[in-house]
């Protein structure tokens, strides 16, 4: 399971939004899509 899968799957699990998390890492919901994304493709 790469990173991406991996940060989504446990972010579900919390039953988080990606806006919900973002708060909590004090980043935006962009960066959080952004990490979920990326790190699935490499």
């Known amino acids: 399971m790469s990173v991406g899968k991996n940060l989504q799957f446990l972010r579900k699990m919390k039953d988080l939004t990606q806006e919900e998390l973002a708060e909590k890492l004090a980043v935006s919901r962009q960066t959080v899509?952004?990490?979920?994304?990326?790190?699935?493709?490499?």
């Not at 899509?33 to 490499?42: G, R």
């Open 33 to 42: 899509s952004k990490w979920e994304l990326e790190f699935s493709l490499s």
